[in-house]
């Protein structure tokens, strides 16, 4: 399902979106990401590891 999302630019996987903002940058990089990530995505830790994982993917396919 996610790979379909991905295909089509849904912009509604707020882990996607979570990916996508961690492979562009928005993190900040002096701080713990998983805590950035729930606060500002509002994801559980189990997501927001999903969501770091999946930004690797994103930062692989930009390459």
Do not use: N
């Amino acid at each position: 399902m996610r790979a379909v999302a991905q295909e089509i630019g849904s912009s509604q996987d707020p882990i996607l979106e979570a990916a996508r903002w961690i492979a562009t940058g928005g993190a900040d990089k002096t701080k713990a990401t998983v805590p950035q990530i729930r606060e500002r995505f509002g994801l559980s830790a189990l997501q927001a590891v999903q969501a770091m994982r999946e930004s690797r993917l994103v930062q692989a396919r930009a390459h």
